[in-house]
């Protein structure tokens, strides 16, 4: 079906799904994009091989994974999933001469520059900024990472982290009411705690409990109540949720100074972005004393593009295969 080393195989490893296409360069061919369900599979070694024969025995030049979970020596811990992956295991699934295992959000730090235009939903314009400023991609969705990305002229590098876990931003007694609400999640009150799927749930029934009327609904009720507007504790919990986003944001970016800009990535950020705005996104993201003002140099964006983290991993492949071409 496909000639002999013409193409790289790229797969998003998430808790639940994973999907695998192949890539040829930095063009992801969109027809050959497989999703395969995680519990029918002992390990990523079974899945990438069925798709091999699926696509007809493919010969892949290279392969790289996206992992929601740290890598560490080559060495991917799924979070959410009994699935340990390393470089020995994608060489024998896929035969493959170039290899290589990412963390998620750096497989979406690798596909920036990469995403179509029409793909990238502009929240605080960007300002001129020289094209080796650092950027900040964070990703919001079953979990909140954040990571820099730094782009030099030996190529460009994407640190791992687990900004999720850090504390959550206290700023007011109602924050601080929040967040000994949410620490009973796992014993402190955590970012992901509310910045994430599970996060924005945990914030609904926060506010019941304040409003003395427990409740509990999903994210995706909550989002649709909010849209409709026929709850008006779905639209506080969104109003509650970009705020702290916001506040989040402003702090990382103090840290990182992505003078390149800050990208939002995630299924739970393209699901608030058209909120960001209406919400006081801008306010709670620049609301930091006397360095407000500085706060401008840093433009906001969300991606939109939901194949980005296969970008990503095509893009960083690519940089292995035919060095200072890609990322």
């Not at 950020?269 to 058209?274: G, Q, T």
Request: aromatic letters at 8%; hydrophobic letters at 45%.
């Amino acid at each position: 079906m496909h000639p002999d080393n013409a193409y790289s195989l790229v797969a998003d490893i998430g808790g639940t799904n994973t999907r695998v296409a192949l890539a040829r360069g930095l063009e992801i061919r969109e027809d050959t994009i497989r999703r395969y369900s995680n519990a029918e599979y002992p390990g990523l070694e079974s899945v990438l091989r069925r798709f091999i024969a699926e696509e007809g025995e493919v010969d892949c030049i290279g392969a790289c994974v996206a992992v929601a979970g740290p890598v560490r020596d080559g060495r991917a811990t799924m979070t959410n999933l009994d699935w340990t992956i390393d470089k020995t295991t994608l060489v024998r699934a896929t035969g493959a001469e170039h290899v290589a295992i990412l963390n998620d959000l750096q497989a979406q730090g690798h596909a920036l520059g990469h995403v179509a235009a029409a793909n990238i939903r502009e929240i605080i314009p960007f300002p001129e900024a020289s094209p080796h400023a650092a950027k900040l991609v964070i990703g919001v969705g079953t979990g909140f990472n954040a990571t820099p990305v730094f782009d030099t002229e030996d190529g460009r590098y994407v640190t791992p982290s687990e900004s999720g876990h850090v504390n959550l931003p206290v700023n007011s007694e109602v924050d601080l009411r929040l967040a000994q609400f949410v620490s009973t999640a796992h014993g402190f009150p955590a970012v992901e705690d509310v910045l994430s799927g599970r996060g924005l749930e945990r914030v609904y029934a926060w506010l019941g409990t304040e409003a003395g009327a427990p409740a509990e609904k999903s994210a995706a009720a909550i989002m649709q109540g909010c849209a409709d507007r026929s709850d008006p504790r779905a639209v506080e919990a969104a109003r509650v949720f970009v705020r702290m986003l916001g506040v989040t944001a402003g702090n990382l970016a103090l840290i990182q100074l992505p003078f390149g800009g800050v990208y939002l990535v995630g299924g739970v950020s393209r699901a608030i972005a058209p909120y960001l705005r209406e919400f006081g996104f801008a306010e709670a993201f620049r609301d930091k004393g006397r360095f407000a003002g500085f706060m401008g140099n840093f433009g906001v964006a969300v991606i939109e593009d939901d194949y980005a983290a296969l970008i990503g991993c095509a893009a960083h492949l690519n940089g292995l295969i035919l060095p200072g071409t890609a990322s």
